[in-house]
């Protein structure tokens, strides 16, 4: 079982939807990192959360740290927010990654 | 502008030729990390580095060297390519682990 998990794989929506990834983890974590990753491959940093919840724009991140899971939200959806979506977890010396979710917004 | 740089961006090489990739990152970061990009794999990390002299294994070192003799620059050797090193890789860096990740543009490597 990996450590990350990543659910839907792939999501497809309409422009103006509201968007709800999932990411639950097996191990202690020191913080959970949302990334998003473009077509042409490059990767950005989204949020960064030890508890609670961040917004930034129409993004918003969640995570519960008792139940071991987090949900990245997208509202009212656009075609640029195509994109791969990938959680991944930190502890001490390292970044474990979920396999992202890849999601497509169509007009 | 705060950056990681990763040179080259597209390099197709031949099977036992050694090659570096370079990583440089000019935020004054403590940690950097190395990691490759494989389909139905997600993102595993290769080496990390927690300041300079300071480096260790991720979850798939073989194969791989890497170096951090002045904080800024951490390249990736790979002395004897194979073609499962076929790969995207990232590097990354971050003021320590456990803040936020600045990752570099990627370098896709296609050893023939």
């Known amino acids: 079982k990996n450590e990350v998990e990543q659910s839907p794989q792939n999501l497809t929506a309409q422009e103006g939807e509201f968007i709800t990834i999932n990411c639950s983890y097996s191990?202690?974590?020191?913080?959970l990192h949302w990334l998003q990753q473009h077509p042409g491959g490059g990767i950005v940093s989204l949020f960064m959360l030890s508890s609670g919840k961040k917004k930034h724009g129409r993004l918003i991140a969640t995570i519960n740290i008792q139940e071991k899971h987090s949900s990245l939200h997208i509202t009212a959806s656009h075609p640029r927010d195509s994109a791969v979506y990938i959680c991944?977890?930190?502890?001490?010396?390292?970044?474990?990654f979920g396999t992202g979710t890849r999601l497509q917004v169509f007009p | 502008e705060a950056q990681v740089t990763q040179n080259p961006r597209y390099l197709i090489t031949v099977t036992g030729k050694k090659l570096t990739v370079t990583c440089s990152q000019n935020m004054n970061h403590e940690y950097m990390s190395w990691y490759r990009q494989d389909p139905g794999l997600g993102l595993r990390q290769i080496y990390y580095s927690m300041n300079v002299e300071v480096t260790d294994k991720g979850d798939v070192p073989e194969g791989y060297k890497v170096s951090r003799k002045e904080k800024r620059n951490f390249p990736l050797i790979l002395e004897s390519p194979s073609p499962n090193q076929t790969s995207l890789y990232f590097c990354?860096?971050?003021?320590?682990?456990?803040?936020?990740?600045?990752f570099g543009s990627g370098t896709r490597l296609t050893v023939v």
């Open positions: 991944a977890v930190g502890n001490t010396d390292k970044l474990i």
């Open positions: 990354a860096s971050s003021l320590s682990n456990g803040y936020g990740y600045t």
């Open positions: 191990v202690g974590i020191s913080a």
